[in-house]
């Protein structure tokens, strides 16, 4: 072991180094122009995964964006872990708020400023460098493991679960491991049991085949965008629950236990609120904060257009409007179910006087395991050795669809431990990523082998 700690010592830069090179990359997946980039970080990490040792490094085409596979089974009677992460990133605009280039990585004190730094690419090479410095080192691993990354994770994987189903033989494993969630504070490691679940809708409203003069025809025409008004309007009472019907029939509630345990974390509403400069939170009646972050279903609007935008003013009922909307779901509500139900409540508020087009674009279900399998523990062990602290057992409002497909699918459970931190920005301007956790979750992921090769 103290040769591996003196080589993650020795290589403490290099790996920075390298970190900085795959940020460059600018593998957006929701934009086509950026195909060839998501080509060029497969090949990376493929040539990566052959360089660092791995075996059967190999890319599976899709219809999208690529898959990357490699593997090393030789520790036979061992446990094999099956590690999945998403090279691909989210767009970078609004571009002018960031205060370096997105895909310029720049190192301010602890943490290092790119696009993809926490989400997901510093996630995914804390495996990578983990796996080189035992193989290194050691010459072999204690533990067989599969490593899967794809690239279209932040447009829903689209791809993968297909791939999952076609090739469960190939992926088969004790248990899958992701890192590509948040701790709850600096210094402290966590696990995270369970993910919200999502579907993601756009609504299309038609009223007229052209846009309207509103002298003219105000007044005997209905205008699109009041109506999508009207209609989002009845999405949710004044307390915070949504009113789409059924909506709640499968929401599981979470257990007395469980109250407890998030009520021992410690959470400020304020600290939260003045951390994003929010006046005030609001969220669901009768719930506690982190019950309704985690453990409650939403419903927001992700955006709404229509009409004129441009300077000064113009007077016109224009002849359509569209909104992007979502819902983070809990267990055990089913996307589809939920998706079916709200396009079901919005025809039947759609006026006569307009035609509705809505589509369901992707989702997943949540996720939520118990905590006393011999792998989680064996996690436990392994990030409170790295970090000096004892773990937090978190859930997270965020989702990442694929997980529940493995449950199923490979019939494992799925850790997450994650290395990211509340303030990362993912998604955002100036993500970032903390370079102390970069290398103690390297750290974490070698004492993890070793935990997970004594089960
Ligand atoms: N890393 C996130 C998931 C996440 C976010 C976990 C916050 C915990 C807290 C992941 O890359 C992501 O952003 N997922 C999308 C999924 C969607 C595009 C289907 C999400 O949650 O919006
Ligand atoms: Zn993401």
Redesign the pocket.
């Known amino acids: 072991m103290n040769k591996i700690i003196d080589f993650l010592i020795a290589h403490h830069d290099r790996f920075e180094q390298e970190l900085i090179e795959i940020l460059k990359i600018p593998s957006i997946s929701s934009d086509p122009e950026h195909k060839s980039d998501l080509l060029f970080m497969a090949d990376f990490l493929k040539a990566e995964m052959s360089k660092i040792g791995l075996e059967n490094s190999t890319i599976h085409k899709t219809k999208g964006h690529p898959i990357v596979y490699s593997e090393w089974l030789n520790a036979p009677g061992k446990p094999t872990l099956l590690i999945y992460g998403?090279y691909d990133v989210q767009p970078v605009d609004p571009v002018d708020l960031w205060t370096s280039p997105p895909f310029e990585p720049v190192i301010k004190g602890d943490k290092i400023f790119a696009r993809g730094a926490a989400?997901?690419k510093g996630q995914i090479f804390i495996h990578l460098k983990a796996t080189e410095s035992y193989l290194k080192t050691q010459g072999e691993l204690p533990v067989n493991i599969k490593l899967l990354f794809e690239g279209e994770?932040?447009?829903?994987s689209t791809h993968l679960e297909g791939f999952i189903k076609d090739h469960a033989q190939m992926l088969e494993a004790d248990y899958v491991v992701i890192s590509?969630?948040?701790m709850f504070r600096e210094g402290y490691p966590g696990i995270t049991y369970g993910?919200r679940g999502?579907t993601y809708l756009q609504i299309n409203l038609r009223g007229t085949n052209t846009d309207l003069h509103s002298g003219s025809f105000g007044g005997l025409v209905k205008n699109p965008i009041n109506a999508l008004v009207e209609i989002l309007a009845q999405m949710k009472d004044d307390q915070g629950r949504i009113r789409i019907p059924g909506f709640y029939d499968d929401v599981l509630p979470i257990s007395e236990t469980e109250h407890e345990k998030l009520s021992q974390l410690p959470f400020s509403a304020k600290d939260f609120a003045d951390s994003i400069a929010a006046p005030a939170l609001f969220g669901e009646a009768g719930y506690g904060d982190l019950e309704r972050l985690w453990a409650r279903p939403t419903f927001d609007i992700n955006g709404i257009w229509g009409g004129f935008q441009g300077e000064g003013a113009k007077t016109v009922i224009p002849a359509e409007a569209h909104a992007k909307v979502s819902m983070r779901l809990v267990a055990n509500q089913d996307p589809d179910d939920i998706s079916r139900k709200f396009i079901a409540y919005v025809n039947s508020l759609v006026p006569e006087s307009m035609k509705a087009e809505i589509n369901a674009m992707?989702?997943?279900f949540g996720y939520v395991t118990d905590l006393d399998n011999p792998g989680l523990q064996a996690g436990v062990r392994a990030l409170k050795k790295a970090f000096g602290k004892e773990v937090d057992f978190l859930r997270?409002?965020?989702?990442?669809?694929i997980v529940k497909v493995f449950a199923d699918i490979i019939k494992a459970p799925v850790l997450l431990m994650g290395y990211g931190l509340p303030d990362e920005n993912?998604?955002a301007p100036n993500e970032n990523f903390s370079l102390t956790n970069f290398h103690k979750g390297i750290e974490s992921i070698v004492y993890f082998f070793e935990e997970i090769g004594q089960l």
């Open positions: 998403h989400d997901d994770e932040e447009v829903g590509d969630t948040p993910l999502l992707h989702g997943g997270e409002g965020g989702s990442i669809p993912a998604h």
